[in-house]
């Protein structure tokens, strides 16, 4: 017998879909709304997020609630110096079950092999742990001893970092951050949602009463939905605009890639079925393009001023700022 098709979701299912996702986030991410709503976007549109803040403020507990969230097989890595790249992608084992001189050899897989992976504080691995993660997140496989292996699907990863710690932190080459669809911070919540944190002694018991609004099976039909949003040419002529306008710039000594006005289209299109759209606005593109861009530039080192993170934000928004929106 032949399986059933899957769902096709239409953008209104997929917008109240994504409502019952963030809002179950926040149960445990209290007055960060603008944040899950990105995280989630990340999810749909099949990127990975980067999340550099301080310790404390959630970084964890934000990937923890997705998982949970999505029903998702959940993998927390934490990086540290001594961190090999075996210990990410797995190693081949003799087969005890098979002994004499055919003896062959079984894969056993990393920690890599879950649908959502936590690397923890990425830039404390070597250059050589953390370009193991390389392969896994362009090509959603890893290769050992010759043998390329498919990761599951879907395969999300949440990387953290502190940006404030630098004694025994490797930082992510351009290369590396150029893999993560979106970089963004947390930062501090605001005193009211800081002291319902305190009143209502949230924590590790908020993630466990977490329910599950969204199975895999129904997560993918949503990614496949993101990639026929529609995008007109007036708004990827826009689009290409602010890519250009990045490449000129006297401030910035490399622009954004090709690969990043994809991840802007596509993370555009995530928002717009978010919204319950299956086509994009200029809003979509403007809304996203500092936390997509930013991290894809290179600034200009004899501009001194701000730390490069600030400045490369500042740079994006300014042209924004100049770039005119198609009517």
Not at 199 to 211: F, P
């Amino acid at each position: 017998m032949d399986p059933s098709p899957e769902k096709v979701w239409t953008a209104q299912e997929s917008a109240t879909a994504a409502t019952d996702l963030i809002t179950e986030v926040e149960r445990a991410l209290l007055g960060k709304s603008s944040v899950v709503r990105k995280a989630v976007i990340c999810l749909f549109a099949r990127g990975h997020l980067l999340i550099e803040d301080v310790p404390g403020v959630g970084k964890t507990t934000l990937a923890a609630a997705l998982a949970r969230t999505i029903d998702a097989d959940f993998r927390r890595i934490q990086f540290t110096s001594d961190l090999l790249p075996s210990d990410l992608t797995g190693i081949s084992v003799p087969d005890q079950h098979q002994p004499g001189p055919n003896l062959e050899f079984r894969f056993m897989p990393g920690p890599l092999f879950g649908h959502l992976v936590l690397a923890d504080e990425i830039n404390r691995a070597s250059p050589k742990t953390q370009s193991a993660l390389l392969e896994a997140m362009s090509e959603n496989t890893v290769s050992v001893d010759g043998v390329s292996h498919e990761l599951p699907d879907p395969f999300f990863v949440v990387a953290t970092q502190n940006p404030l710690e630098h004694h025994g932190t490797h930082p992510l080459p351009e290369s590396q951050l150029d893999r993560f669809l979106i970089r963004l911070s947390i930062g501090y919540p605001d005193r009211e949602h800081e002291s319902r944190v305190l009143s209502e002694n949230s924590g590790a018991h908020q993630l466990d009463s977490l329910k599950s609004v969204l199975s895999l099976e129904a997560l993918r039909g949503i990614q496949a939905v993101v990639e026929n949003v529609k995008v007109e040419e007036s708004l990827v002529a826009y689009l290409l605009n602010l890519i250009d306008a990045t490449r000129v710039h006297d401030g910035l000594a490399l622009g954004a890639s090709t690969r990043g006005a994809l991840c802007l289209r596509r993370a555009a299109q995530a928002s717009a079925l978010i919204d319950g759209r299956d086509y994009c606005i200029p809003e979509d593109i403007r809304d996203l393009a500092v936390d997509v861009l930013a991290h894809r530039v290179l600034i200009d080192p004899s501009g001194g001023g701000r730390s490069d993170a600030d400045e490369s934000r500042w740079i994006v928004s300014e042209i924004l700022d100049r770039v005119a929106i198609p009517l």
